[in-house]
């Protein structure tokens, strides 16, 4: 009775030796690994860029919100000014009335209403003094969070540009690549292909064709064993690795 075929023989044709194909299949996987490392090189850049632009924002609103506020601050004080010009009217205005007043009691009324004015001329120039301090401490974080903005400017504008020299750089690279791979992938049995794509796109590193180190698969570092690494090196049948499902390579087939 004939033995029934493994999941990873079924993946095998009859015109095409098990070496054949894992060289192949090994071929393509060292290509893409080379168009990952493009895309990694290039995907850091932009989330840099992107890091940027979200603290160059807020560094702006921040700018805006300090303008706003000493904004307002300036209009009080020029307010509380106002206030100050009013209460000395008044106190002029009463110390005249004191003069034509018929009895101590209305002059002891303008008099308070004088002591009164004088307070708050006090209080106010009390809180302008306060004002002024609390401008100045607003100029000053607005003249720190300009620096701090004008620095990140200069990072972006520099980021921009490296993002722009690699990506015009490496583009013409991974086309290339690109190209190479499909011309790798049509050489490929279709039902590996697709199994190849399948542990590919599962893997965290994109690794999907390992080779066999030190008697272990060098995708998870998991032991193989003795017979399966005989497998493996005769070139028996296509082989994957029991933990992390991989396909291995003996070391002997890419020499």
């Given at each position: 009775?004939a033995?029934?075929?493994?999941?990873?023989?079924?993946?095998l044709?009859?015109?095409?030796?098990?070496?054949?194909?894992?060289?192949?299949?090994?071929?393509?996987?060292?290509?893409?690994?080379?168009?990952d490392?493009?895309?990694?090189?290039?995907g850091e850049l932009?989330?840099?860029?992107q890091?940027?632009?979200?603290?160059?924002?807020?560094?702006?609103?921040?700018?805006?919100n300090?303008?706003?506020?000493?904004?307002?601050?300036e209009?009080?004080?020029?307010?509380?000014k106002?206030?100050i010009?009013?209460?000395?009217s008044?106190?002029?205005k009463?110390?005249e009335q004191?003069?034509?007043?018929r009895?101590?009691r209305?002059?002891?009324?303008?008099?308070?209403?004088?002591?009164?004015?004088?307070l708050?001329?006090?209080?106010h120039?009390?809180k302008?003094?306060?004002?002024?301090a609390?401008?100045?401490?607003?100029?000053?974080?607005?003249?720190?969070?300009?620096?701090?903005?004008?620095?990140k400017?200069?990072?972006?504008?520099?980021k921009r540009?490296?993002?722009?020299?690699?990506?015009?750089?490496?583009?013409?690279?991974?086309?290339?690549?690109?190209?190479?791979?499909t011309?790798c992938k049509?050489?490929?049995e279709?039902r590996?292909?697709?199994?190849?794509?399948?542990?590919?796109?599962?893997?965290?590193n994109?690794?999907?064709?390992?080779l066999?180190?030190?008697?272990?698969?060098?995708?998870?570092?998991n032991?193989?064993?003795?017979?399966?690494?005989?497998?493996?090196?005769?070139?028996?049948?296509?082989?994957t690795?029991?933990?992390c499902?991989?396909?291995?390579?003996s070391?002997?087939?890419?020499?």
């Amino acid at each position: 009775m004939a033995k029934a075929k493994t999941s990873a023989e079924k993946l095998l044709g009859d015109d095409e030796s098990v070496e054949v194909k894992m060289k192949r299949l090994y071929e393509l996987q060292l290509i893409d690994s080379q168009i990952d490392a493009l895309l990694t090189l290039r995907g850091e850049l932009p989330m840099e860029v992107q890091e940027l632009e979200a603290k160059i924002e807020a560094l702006q609103g921040k700018m805006n919100n300090e303008a706003e506020e000493i904004q307002e601050v300036e209009s009080l004080i020029l307010k509380r000014k106002r206030d100050i010009e009013i209460a000395k009217s008044l106190i002029v205005k009463y110390k005249e009335q004191q003069d034509n007043v018929r009895n101590n009691r209305e002059h002891e009324s303008l008099s308070k209403e004088i002591e009164y004015q004088s307070l708050e001329i006090e209080l106010h120039e009390k809180k302008i003094k306060e004002a002024y301090a609390l401008v100045e401490d607003k100029n000053r974080n607005k003249d720190e969070i300009g620096t701090y903005l004008a620095e990140k400017e200069e990072a972006l504008e520099l980021k921009r540009k490296e993002l722009t020299e690699i990506t015009n750089e490496t583009k013409k690279e991974e086309d290339a690549l690109r190209k190479q791979a499909t011309a790798c992938k049509a050489q490929v049995e279709p039902r590996l292909l697709q199994a190849y794509e399948n542990v590919r796109n599962n893997a965290r590193n994109g690794l999907a064709v390992v080779l066999v180190k030190r008697d272990a698969c060098s995708g998870c570092f998991n032991k193989i064993p003795l017979q399966r690494q005989i497998d493996i090196a005769t070139n028996k049948k296509v082989a994957t690795c029991e933990y992390c499902g991989r396909f291995l390579v003996s070391e002997e087939l890419i020499k």
